[in-house]
């Protein structure tokens, strides 16, 4: 490790001749985005990276695990496929922080330094939930594994689509996972009035064969959120329900989890769907997931995709295994043979787990066969494996047992979702037409100190423009369409915090990407 940073240190020595590195001229906005999001006050981080101070503290620990490819963290592998929202940094991100480590940490102006994000308490989103469900103060006094659910009426009379949600785990310490559910049955309600205890034991399911899956959190989860106008529907009178895995030996801890949602107001939503499609229990052609001592084994399955469902468009994948997992892919083949990639992990942590957005709405052909293949180290070579020495593992819901699912989130086709854009970030690969000049847009004021942004865009009167408005994360903030002047453009914008964004705005086949500045 040692000659790999003396690599990097000569390499960022060399090209800092061509580039001075500060913390206010880009490093801030690199950490902000990067890294702020779990290191904040309340967030899984173990310290701030809020301010100039705070990453200074914690240099040598950026400079090992920067070199390293430790932090971010981002199990997939990039190579195989890209997705939205990649904590991982590229190149020339990772070069500018090690070159501004090593050459003594220059602050720079700091009257140029972006504003850091602002996180309400216990939250890395930057918005106010509509909803807010969370349980009641619960102790755990089992010495085994456990599944515990939690009921809470929704209080809504009518249904939501929701647009996006946030689990926070009570305590990290003891949550190994978390299935929420929505109930319209009250069977979920009844089997807690039933119980004694806070909440009720349901391993398995919820109790509810009707429940209807609408979120999970697994160890790296980050908040989700789906493109404008499709969101999972909530229905009126619903009872969310939490079922949560403590793990044996968290007996006399304390949680209390909650979820944050987040309601759509689209004049028309197309319904989405969570569903673990492929899984030990039906996919499997070489089960039962079964792995010996002493052994590593690797799992393959299969799922054809009916022909009469059509087309489906996919839009986040979420492999799931449990602690002897070492490596997982998934991909589709479609009837004209063609190789779809989904994911590929080539060192799975069970810690850092995660569903992953694609870039672009992934649009499944009519017909297709999606593939797993999973390998599994149950030997005491695998630093992860919980026994020592090993024991037999087949497929359970105990953190010592394993599991193999791959979640889908999905909706039906509809022409034209093969052009959606979930990821901001991927105009980069929207090459901009010869003839238009990326300063043909110029956006004012900036730093902006209203709410609204004016830009001007001549020779393109009458011509439609989508807008676009991301945080740093590539959350979409606001969506419209405005029918251009050539002149003095408004856009109305919603409540901000301070700090960066990214404005896109679409014309034609051209997209146009301005950072701005919020300072109120």
């Known amino acids: 490790m040692k000659y790999r940073i003396l690599f990097f240190v000569l390499f960022v020595a060399l090209n800092s001749f061509a580039q001075t590195n500060t913390w206010s001229n880009n490093i801030a906005s690199i950490i902000y985005s990067k890294c702020a999001t779990c290191h904040h006050q309340g967030a899984i981080g173990p310290f701030n ?26 199990p997939p592998d990039t190579t ?4 939205a929202h990649q904590r991982a940094l590229n190149i020339q991100q990772k070069t500018a922080i090690l070159d501004w480590i090593n050459t003594g940490l220059p602050e720079g102006n ?14 890395s989103v930057n918005q106010t939930p509509d909803l ?12 085994v594994d456990i599944y515990q659910c939690f009921v809470m009426p929704s209080g809504l009379n009518v249904a939501k689509y929701i647009k996006g949600f946030e689990l926070i785990p009570g305590n990290r310490q003891i949550v190994h996972h ?11 309600a009844n089997l807690d009035a039933q119980d004694p205890n806070i909440g009720y034991l349901s391993f398995g399911g919820v109790g509810s064969s009707s429940a209807q899956l609408i979120g999970l959190w697994v160890p790296g ?15 009126a009178n619903a009872d969310i329900v939490f079922q949560i895995h403590y793990p044996g030996g968290t007996n006399g801890q304390q949680d209390s989890t909650k979820i944050n949602f987040f309601f759509s107001n689209a004049p028309s939503i ?34 054809n995709i009916p022909a009469i469902y059509g087309k489906i468009s996919m839009l986040q994948v979420a492999p799931h295994m449990h602690l002897i997992g070492r490596n997982i892919q998934s991909h589709a083949v479609a009837p004209s043979n063609q190789t779809i990639p989904l994911i590929k992990i080539n060192d799975w942590n069970f810690m850092w787990q995660g569903g992953y957005d694609f870039q672009q709405i992934q649009v499944m052909p009519v017909s297709t066969t999606l593939y797993f293949e999973a390998m599994y180290d149950n030997t005491s070579n695998n630093p992860f494996n919980p026994s020592n020495p090993p024991v037999n593992v087949s497929e359970g819901e105990a953190t010592t047992d394993e ?13 034209g979702d093969e052009n959606i854009i979930i990821d901001s970030t991927l105009v980069t690969k929207l090459e901009h037409k010869a003839s238009l000049d990326m300063n043909t847009i110029q956006v004012y004021p900036n730093p902006i100190t209203e709410q609204n942004i004016m830009f001007n865009a001549p020779a393109m009167e009458g011509k439609k423009c989508n807008v676009c408005l991301t945080d740093l994360t590539g959350r979409i903030i606001l969506e419209q369409v405005i029918t251009l002047n050539n002149m003095n453009n408004k856009i109305e914008l919603p409540a901000l915090n301070n700090g960066l964004y990214i404005l896109l705005l679409r014309i034609d086949n051209n997209i146009y990407s301005h950072k701005i500045n919020f300072q109120q």
């Open 80 to 83: 195989y496929r890209k997705f």
């Open 132 to 143: 807010v469900a969370q349980m009641p103060v619960f102790t755990n006094y089992a010495n």
């Open 49 to 74: 990276l809020m301010s100039y101070n705070d990453a200074v503290a914690a240099a040598s620990g950026i400079l090992d695990a920067v070199s390293d490819d430790r932090m971010p963290p981002w």
């Open 403 to 415: 599991m193999m699912m791959i979640y889908f989130t999905y909706t039906g086709y509809q022409p």
């Open 221 to 235: 989860a980050e908040p989700q959120f789906y493109p404008n106008g499709m969101g999972l529907r909530l229905p």
């Open 110 to 123: 700091i009257a140029n330094a972006p504003a850091p994000p602002v996180f309400p308490v216990g939250t």
């Open 270 to 303: 197309r319904p989405l769907y969570v569903s673990p499609i492929l899984n030990h229990s039906t996919s499997l052609t070489n089960g039962p997931l079964f792995i010996a001592a002493n052994q590593t084994k690797t799992f393959y399955g299969e799922y």
């Open 178 to 188: 978390i299935l929420v559910y929505a109930d319209t049955t009250g069977i979920c």
